[in-house]
């Protein structure tokens, strides 16, 4: 079974920054496209950013300007997160998300999801 396994998650301090990882557990997802999605409470999933396999190209959310920066290691397995100068409006479950290709930004765009990593951030 397909596991994405998120980390990193936690308590930060508004302005603060943290950075995520998830760790895919089959080689194939080396060749995949890879993400983040976001839920705050009492809100839907968002996307946040997506990476190709190549690293080559990447796409974020409207909302993120430069303030979030995907990235990927093949030679690990792993995708990453970098979130500078956070807000507390950021504060949600972030999941690692995967697919063979890119095919927007829904949520159904995505066949596997990690369990998810929790961010707080406080004022």
């Known amino acids: 079974q397909v596991r994405l396994v998120e980390s990193g998650g936690g308590l930060v301090q508004a302005g603060n920054s943290l950075k995520l990882s998830c760790t895919a557990s089959e080689d194939r997802f080396k060749r995949y496209v890879k993400g983040w999605f976001r839920q705050a409470p009492g809100k839907e999933q968002e996307f946040v950013a997506a990476i190709d396999w190549s690293g080559g190209n990447t796409y974020y959310a409207d909302f993120v300007t430069s303030q979030f920066t995907i990235s990927r290691d093949n030679s690990k397995n792993t995708v990453y997160l970098q979130m500078n100068k956070l807000k507390p409006e950021d504060t949600a479950v972030y999941y690692c998300?995967?697919?063979?290709?890119?095919?927007?930004?829904?949520?159904?765009?995505?066949?596997?999801w990690g369990q998810g990593t929790q961010v707080t951030v406080s004022t």
């Open positions: 998300v995967g697919n063979i290709n890119y095919e927007g930004t829904s949520p159904q765009s995505f066949e596997w």
